[in-house]
T-cell receptor, first 115, second 112 residues
Framework: DAGITQSPRHKVTETGTPVTLRCHQTENHRYMYWYRQDPGHGLRLIHYSYGVKDTDKGEVSDGYSVSRSKTEDFLLTLESATSSQTSVYFC??????????????FGNGTRLTVT | RKEVEQDPGPFNVPEGATVAFNCTYSNSASQSFFWYRQDCRKEPKLLMSVYSSGNEDGRFTAQLNRASQYISLLIRDSKLSDSATYLCVVSSLTSGTYKYIFGTGTRLKVLA
């Protein structure tokens, strides 16, 4: 299995508080992605990174920010959590620079509940 | 219209049956295609990549039809352990970066 660690695995927080989720990889992959998964919507891309300090928005980026100061770490921050951000968050990595047919590999996910 | 569409199912099939899933995509510039399997409350795991000429891995066969913009997954001799959600994933190079777009998944339940 690809070396991807997400932390925390579970978190309950209150509306209006800031939350940061961490993704750590040991594969030296260039690309890192944050997805959220909700019933009826499947996996939706929040933000992604294609290198250190290189990030871009996905389809559901409002209310989220990201940072990547090192190849191995990709942080997702909810500046002021809302109940609509209750979800399961998955980090994924890939290395399409080696092969365009490079698949995604996922972390175990973070279950976030905003009360 | 969603970029990647799948029939959500559920598909309820008896053990030993053959079942097929289809997935359509709208971006004709899509480059790479994958099938993932996701068990309840777990992360998606790569089942197989899909190549232009079609490819097989044991009981699983994947095919790509670029002209009609769909991919398919065939599972032969279904096992109880095949019960899961199957996700279609399409990758494209957009503005110099790679994105992976997921279908919402097709649920399969194999019955004893």
């Amino acid at each position: 299995d690809a070396g991807i660690t997400q932390s925390p695995r579970h978190k309950v927080t209150e509306t209006g508080t800031p939350v940061t989720l961490r993704c750590h990889q040991t594969e030296n992959h260039r690309y890192m992605y944050w997805y959220r998964q909700d019933p009826g919507h499947g996996l939706r891309l929040i933000h992604y990174s294609y290198g250190v300090k290189d990030t871009d928005k996905g389809e559901v980026s409002d209310g989220y920010s990201v940072s990547r100061s090192k190849t191995e770490d990709f942080l997702l921050t909810l500046e002021s959590a809302t109940s609509s951000q209750t979800s399961v968050y998955f980090c994924a990595i890939s290395d399409p620079g080696i092969s365009y047919n490079s698949p995604l590999h996922f972390g175990n996910g973070t279950r976030l509940t905003v009360t | 219209r969603k970029e990647v569409e799948q029939d959500p199912g559920p598909f309820n099939v008896p053990e030993g049956a053959t079942v097929a899933f289809n997935c359509t995509y709208s971006n004709s510039a899509s480059q790479s295609f994958f099938w993932y399997r996701q068990d309840c409350r777990k992360e998606p795991k790569l089942l197989m990549s899909v190549y232009s000429s079609g490819n097989e891995d044991g009981r699983f066969t994947a095919q790509l039809n670029r002209a009609s913009q769909y991919i398919s997954l065939l599972i032969r001799d279904s096992k109880l352990s095949d019960s899961a959600t199957y996700l279609c994933v399409v990758s494209s190079l957009t503005s110099g970066t790679y994105k992976y777009i997921f279908g919402t998944g097709t649920r399969l339940k194999v019955l004893a």
